[in-house]
């Protein structure tokens, strides 16, 4: 039997699996991977074999092991349904690492400085011993198959700190798959035992929203402007962001980012009071990533808002919230997916033609389709 075995071309895997049953205890036969080889296939096998080796790469990511990481996070952006299921087995692997980063979304618009910002930001961090991950939300990804953070040569001294890991928005995907694919991602960097997590979406349509939803914090980053800049940002964001930065606040623009900052100032109090705000509003200061000023005061305010939420339990809450939201998500997501089969898209097109004929209206063709699916 041994002989078969090693003449098999996937003796490899086998190999592997049966050191990491030993290596956990069990006493599976050697002649299992063999009827498995016959009688399942090779993908069947070699995935047996990833699934067991799930236990050791959670430990290389809990030791800190950047590769690890990186293994994980293609893991876990792969939409092969092998690869979903070992995913979903790595994040249960590590949920209880009692490991917690401070979790913080960063939005704005293109020219607004967010590369520099982040990579000022980040070198200062990494300067007081903290370990910072920068991950990315980039809804035009989808449609471009490109990503935001896709040329690290935007943040060149951040990619070479050894302290700091910076991962583009996985690509070719629509804004939800993305979405569920970074916050999995900030859970692993959590579990790797970095202490700051940056998030950056590049500040159009959805995307702010699904950022906050994964966010202890969410700041919104600003350029100089006049009152025509404060009309054009929606109310919505101006909500949902936590402090609101002004940055570029330097040379001939400092003057216009003082107005700037002042101005919003006085909109975030006309706001409705929110009670996860010292105050009952947000706070507007401004900062220069190009000449660094500025940013260590942000940083004091992001860590004593975050130190008095938890205090007053809207930290815990806001947590519990967003992984009621996250499990909603993931629902409308599964549901979805089963809507992309072969079967289901010629279901769906035969319906469509009755629809368009007139023989049923389509709420109750979309009925019929979700009862078969």
């Given at each position: 039997?041994?002989?078969?075995?090693?003449?098999?071309?996937?003796?490899?895997?086998?190999?592997?699996?049966?050191?990491?049953?030993?290596?956990?205890?069990?006493?599976?036969?050697?002649?299992?991977?063999?009827?498995?080889?016959?009688?399942?296939?090779?993908?069947?096998?070699?995935?047996?074999?990833?699934?067991?080796?799930?236990?050791?790469?959670?430990?290389?990511?809990?030791?800190?092991?950047?590769?690890a990481?990186?293994?994980?996070?293609?893991?876990?952006?792969?939409?092969?349904?092998d690869?979903?299921?070992?995913?979903?087995?790595?994040?249960e692997?590590?949920?209880?690492?009692?490991?917690?980063?401070?979790?913080?979304?960063?939005?704005?618009?293109?020219?607004?400085?967010k590369?520099?910002?982040?990579?000022?930001?980040?070198?200062?961090?990494?300067?007081?011993?903290?370990?910072?991950?920068?991950?990315?939300?980039?809804?035009?990804?989808?449609?471009?198959?490109?990503?935001?953070?896709?040329?690290?040569?935007?943040?060149?001294?951040?990619?070479?700190?050894?302290?700091?890991?910076?991962?583009?928005?996985?690509?070719?995907?629509?804004?939800?798959?993305?979405?569920?694919?970074?916050?999995?991602?900030?859970?692993?960097?959590?579990?790797?035992?970095?202490?700051?997590?940056?998030?950056?979406?590049?500040?159009?349509?959805?995307?702010?929203?699904?950022?906050?939803?994964?966010?202890?914090?969410?700041?919104?980053?600003?350029a100089?402007?006049?009152?025509?800049?404060?009309?054009?940002?929606?109310?919505?964001?101006?909500?949902?962001?936590?402090?609101?930065?002004?940055?570029?606040?330097?040379?001939?623009?400092?003057p216009?980012?003082?107005?700037?900052?002042?101005?919003?100032?006085?909109?975030?109090?006309?706001?409705?009071?929110?009670?996860?705000?010292?105050?009952?509003?947000?706070k507007?200061?401004?900062?220069?990533?190009?000449?660094?000023?500025?940013?260590?005061?942000?940083?004091?305010?992001?860590?004593?808002?975050?130190?008095?939420?938890?205090?007053?339990?809207?930290?815990?809450?806001?947590?519990?919230?967003?992984?009621?939201?996250?499990?909603?998500?993931e629902v409308?997501?599964?549901?979805?997916?089963?809507?992309?089969?072969?079967?289901?898209?010629?279901?769906?097109?035969?319906?469509?033609a009755?629809?368009?004929?007139?023989?049923?209206?389509?709420?109750?063709?979309?009925?019929?389709?979700?009862?078969?699916?």
């Open positions: 039997m041994a002989k078969i075995l090693k003449s098999h071309r996937l003796w490899p895997a086998f190999r592997l699996s049966i050191w990491t049953i030993k290596k956990q205890g069990a006493r599976a036969p050697v002649w299992t991977f063999a009827f498995l080889a016959r009688h399942e296939g090779a993908t069947q096998t070699t995935f047996l074999a990833g699934r067991m080796d799930i236990t050791e790469l959670s430990d290389r990511i809990i030791a800190g092991d950047r590769r990481l990186a293994r994980a996070i293609t893991l876990i952006e792969s939409g092969r349904a690869h979903r299921a070992q995913a979903a087995d790595l994040m692997a590590l949920k209880d690492t009692g490991r917690e980063a401070m979790r913080i979304g960063l939005s704005g618009t293109p020219g607004v400085g590369s520099t910002f982040i990579e000022s930001f980040g070198m200062m961090l990494t300067a007081q011993g903290l370990r910072v991950a920068v991950l990315a939300v980039d809804p035009s990804s989808a449609r471009s198959g490109g990503s935001i953070l896709g040329d690290k040569t935007r943040m060149e001294r951040l990619s070479r700190d050894p302290n700091a890991f910076i991962r583009p928005s996985p690509s070719r995907s629509h804004l939800g798959g993305v979405a569920r694919r970074t916050r999995e991602t900030v859970a692993l960097c959590e579990a790797a035992g970095f202490d700051v997590v940056l998030i950056e979406t590049v500040g159009v349509g959805q995307s702010e929203t699904v950022v906050a939803e994964m966010s202890d914090l969410f700041i919104l980053l600003l100089p402007g006049g009152g025509d800049e404060l009309q054009g940002v929606k109310r919505g964001i101006m909500e949902m962001a936590d402090i609101i930065l002004v940055n570029k606040a330097d040379g001939d623009l400092k216009a980012a003082m107005r700037t900052c002042s101005d919003y100032a006085g909109a975030l109090r006309l706001l409705r009071k929110r009670p996860q705000d010292p105050e009952g509003f947000p507007a200061m401004t900062v220069s990533a190009l000449r660094e000023d500025g940013l260590q005061t942000a940083w004091d305010e992001m860590q004593a808002l975050v130190d008095w939420r938890r205090a007053e339990g809207h930290f815990a809450a806001r947590r519990a919230a967003q992984a009621r939201y996250w499990f909603g998500e409308r997501q599964a549901l979805l997916s089963r809507l992309e089969t072969a079967e289901a898209r010629a279901l769906m097109e035969d319906y469509a009755r629809v368009a004929r007139g023989d049923l209206t389509p709420a109750v063709a979309a009925a019929q389709v979700l009862d078969r699916v």
